[in-house]
C-alpha cells in the first residue's frame, strides 16, 4: 500500500501576485520548473535584482511541469535537469537549452539509533528503490558495512523509499541511472515519473511519495527508516549514503565528486549534453546532473533579460554554487554554455 504525501506548490495566481519595487525602466521575467535548482535560483535571483533592478519570479514546480508553462507561453523561462522527451510537446518557436548549474542527486536517509554513514554498492542500491531488500539489516547491507570486519549493530528497522510523485528531472536522471547501472533489474529506460520506471507494480510495496523536493525533504525528516533522492541542499541534517562508483568506490556526494563526474561530457549543437552514467573515475560521483534553462531566441526586451539573467547565473552566482552544495559550470562546458546563451534573444 502506497502513502502519499503531496506539497502544496505555488499557483500562477500567487506568481502573478508578488511585486519587486524596481525602477520604471526594468523587466520582470517569470520561470518556473526544476526544484532540483531551486536552492541556487532564489539566492541567485536576489542578487540579480540587486545588480540590476530587473526582477526574477521563479515556481519550483518540478522540470515537467516547467517545461509545460513554457511551451504555452505562461513563463519567460523553464528550468530543467533534462530536455524534452519525443513524447512531450514542445513549443512552436525556436529555443535554446543552456547548462547554467550542475550537482549531486544524493541518496539521503535517515536511521534512528546509528550514526555511522552507510555505504551501498550499485546492486543494494538498485535492489532498495526495487523493493527487493526491505530491511536495513539485510545481510546485503551488513557485509558492504563492515566494521574492522564485523559486522555492525544497523537497526533492524523496515526500509521506506521515498519516492518524487511529480514529473521531475531528478526522478528522470535516477531511474536513467539505476537503468545504466543495474539493467537487469531496472529494465525500463529511465523517466520523469519514478512509478513508470520502477520495474514492476509499484502499489504492491509500501512506499511514500511527494511532490517536489521540498517535500520529499519533509516526508524523510518525519519518517525513521527512509531512502530517497534529492538534492543535497535538501538533507537538512539527514545523513546520505556513501554510493559504490564505478571503480568500485564508495563516494558521497559532494560538489567535487559531482564535478570530476560532469566532467565526462559529450554536448551536442543544441546545448543537450549526453552524461556517462558508468564514468570510471575513481574519483567521480556518479549519480549528478545539469539544470538546463530553457528560453526563445527571438529578439525582445523579456527575453534580452532572460539572457543576461543566464549569463548572472554563470558568471556571478557561478561562484557561490558551492556555499549551497551545488557544482559551477567551468571549464570547456563553461564557454559551450555562454556560446548557446548568446542564441537566446538573438533575432
Not at 55 to 64: D, E, L, N
Not at 233 to 236: D, F, K, V
Given at each position: 500500500m502506497r502513502r502519499k504525501y503531496i506539497t502544496i506548490s505555488f499557483t500562477l495566481a500567487l506568481i502573478a501576485s508578488f511585486f519587486y519595487s524596481t525602477p520604471a525602466n526594468a523587466t520582470d521575467i517569470i520561470g518556473s520548473g526544476s526544484s532540483f535548482a531551486a536552492n541556487f535560483i532564489d539566492r541567485c535571483r536576489v542578487d540579480f535584482v540587486k545588480s540590476t533592478g530587473d526582477?526574477?519570479?521563479?515556481?519550483?514546480?518540478?522540470?515537467?511541469a516547467g517545461k509545460n508553462m513554457f511551451t504555452n507561453g505562461i513563463t519567460d523561462f523553464a528550468m530543467s535537469d533534462v530536455p524534452y522527451s519525443g513524447s512531450e510537446q514542445k513549443p512552436s518557436k525556436e529555443f535554446a537549452y543552456v547548462p547554467l548549474v550542475a550537482g549531486?542527486?544524493?541518496i539521503v536517509y535517515k536511521l534512528d539509533g546509528y550514526k555511522i554513514t552507510i555505504k551501498m554498492s550499485k546492486d543494494t542500491l538498485s535492489k532498495v528503490f526495487a523493493g527487493q531488500i526491505t530491511m536495513w539489516n539485510d545481510p546485503q547491507i551488513l557485509k558492504e558495512n563492515l566494521i574492522s570486519g564485523k559486522m555492525p549493530r544497523i537497526p533492524a528497522t523496515k526500509i521506506r523509499v521515498v519516492y518524487r510523485i511529480d514529473g521531475s528531472g531528478t526522478s528522470e536522471v535516477f531511474t536513467s541511472y539505476l537503468n545504466a547501472i543495474a539493467p537487469a533489474i531496472w529494465n525500463k529506460i529511465g523517466n520523469k515519473n519514478f512509478a513508470t520506471a520502477f520495474p514492476g507494480d509499484i502499489n504492491k510495496f509500501y512506499m511514500n511519495s511527494a511532490s517536489g523536493s521540498h517535500g520529499i525533504a519533509m516526508v524523510q525528516g518525519n519518517t525513521n527508516g527512509s531512502i530517497g533522492y534529492n538534492e543535497i541542499?535538501?538533507?537538512?541534517g539527514l545523513k546520505t549514503i556513501s554510493v559504490e562508483n564505478e571503480a568500485g568506490k564508495f563516494m558521497q556526494p559532494t560538489v567535487s565528486a559531482a564535478s570530476v563526474f560532469l566532467g565526462d561530457f559529450v554536448p551536442d549543437k543544441n546545448g543537450v549534453v549526453k552524461i556517462n552514467y558508468k564514468n570510471p573515475n575513481k574519483l567521480s560521483y556518479n549519480i549528478s546532473t545539469f539544470t538546463y534553462g530553457i528560453a526563445y531566441k527571438?529578439?525582445?526586451s523579456k527575453n534580452d533579460t532572460v539572457?543576461?539573467?543566464f549569463n548572472f547565473m554563470l558568471d556571478t552566482c557561478g561562484k557561490k554554487a558551492e556555499d549551497i552544495g551545488y557544482s559551477p559550470i567551468r571549464g570547456s562546458m563553461l564557454k559551450f554554455a555562454k556560446d548557446r546563451v548568446k542564441e537566446i534573444s538573438s533575432k
Open positions: 526582477s526574477v519570479v521563479y515556481s519550483a514546480s518540478g522540470s515537467g549531486p542527486i544524493g541542499s535538501y538533507a537538512r527571438e529578439k525582445n539572457n543576461k539573467f
